[in-house]
Structure formats: C-alpha cells, structure tokens
C-alpha cells in the first residue's frame, strides 16, 4: 500500500538556525498537507500543495511539492522557540479518496 | 462546536472489555476521519464517514474495531475484546469536504491494563 517517509526523525537545532525536513511518497499523490502537533496535542493543519512544482510560504515557512508529486519538503528559517513540535505531512494518493496517509514525522527541538 | 470535541479524554480498561469512543465533529462537515497515533508515529488512518456511510474502513487493523455515524454528524469507534496493543491516541478529524483541511480534536488516551 501507500507509504509516505519523512527524515529525520529527530533535528535539534540551535535559535536562529534554519530546518528542513523531508517527504517522500511511494505513491504519485493528489495534494500533500503539512501538520504541526505540539508536545500533548493534536495535529494542526498548516498548508495543503496541490499542483506539481509548487510553492507556498507563510512567513519564515517554506513548502515546496515536488514536480513528480511525491516528494514535499518544509524549510523553516530562523528557527524560534514557538517553531517547537514535530511537523507531519501527510499525502491523498491519486484514487484514494478521503484516506490520508501520514508521514512518521520530524520532532524538531530548539535550544534558546 | 467551536471544534472537533471526543470523549473520554482518557480512557483506562482491562484486556477483554469493550469500549466506545465519541466524536463530535465541526458542524456542518460531511467528512469525518479516525486515526490512531502511538507515541512517536504519526497518526494511522483507520476509517473515514463521508456522509453516514464508511467510505473506507481499510484502515481498521481486524474485526474487533468497528465505527458507526448513523445520522451523519457524531461517530462512534467501538472496540472489542480489548488488547494491550490497542493502546494508543485515538484521533477524530473532520473536513467540510474530502481531501480538504482536516481539523483533529484532541483525541482520547486509551489505556489497556
């Protein structure tokens, strides 16, 4: 079945640092959305990218679809003590339907 | 609602019983999503409602898992005969519409002893 990975794991980085984590796909998907949980709470909705090739930012947040639709990668810049959490995507594949399949996610920590 | 709301915030049983867990989502949405989330995985799709019917229940891991939406808003995942493995988040979303922002309540802490 579908199967969407996400490297790394883990990033620490310092303030001020930039991060970027990674999405890849076994499957051409129809759109990708990107989802912020923090530590004790529920995933939040931060961006849906729908066609080959795009780009969206939300202000030090950089999200990018690959041309093939299966890869997404998620830049944040300047890295601040609010950007704390792990960020998920997650990818509706072509015939799927509502199924959302989930990345395992990237649990970014950062040090004052 | 203001949000997606689901009860019990936690949920603590022994291994055999059975237990139910409520969704109420956004009113209005017509898509209503179960996940399920172990502590640091993201979260699994087990079954999604479009409407009162299961669009797709692939997700449901076997046959003691069950979920019903019988008049199309509130939803209910039931499970049987309980396991230690079954230990988990156990997550609601809803959308207005498929493949649209999905907004996650803040899910139900069930423990198997």
């Known amino acids: 079945g579908q199967q969407v990975m996400q490297i790394p794991q883990y990033q620490h980085v310092q303030e001020g640092e930039d991060f970027t984590t990674y999405c890849n796909s076994s499957t051409t998907l129809s759109n990708i959305q990107w989802y912020k949980q923090r530590p004790g709470g529920h995933p939040v909705f931060l961006i849906q990218l729908v066609k080959s090739g795009e780009v969206k930012k939300q202000k030090r947040l950089t999200f990018q679809f690959g041309e093939a639709k299966k890869n997404s990668s998620l830049h944040i810049t300047a890295t601040q003590t609010t950007d704390v959490g792990t960020y998920f995507c997650?990818?509706?594949?072509?015939?799927?339907?509502?199924?959302?399949?989930f990345g395992q996610g990237t649990e970014l920590s950062v040090k004052p | 609602g203001a949000g997606v709301s689901q009860t019990p915030s936690n949920k603590v049983t022994e291994k055999g019983k059975y237990v139910e867990l409520r969704c109420d989502p956004i009113s209005g949405h017509t898509a209503l999503y179960w996940y399920r989330q172990s502590l640091g995985q993201g979260p699994e799709f087990l079954i999604y409602?479009?409407?009162?019917?299961?669009?797709?229940d692939s997700g449901l891991p076997n046959d003691r898992f069950f979920a019903v939406r019988p008049e199309g808003s509130v939803s209910t995942l039931k499970i049987q005969r309980t396991e230690r493995g079954d230990s988990a988040v156990y997550l609601c979303a809803s959308s207005l519409d498929l493949q649209e922002t999905q907004y996650f309540g803040p899910g139900t802490r069930l423990l198997v002893l």
């Open positions: 997650a990818g509706f594949g072509d015939n799927q339907g509502g199924k959302l399949i």
């Open positions: 409602f479009q409407g009162t019917g299961a669009a797709d």
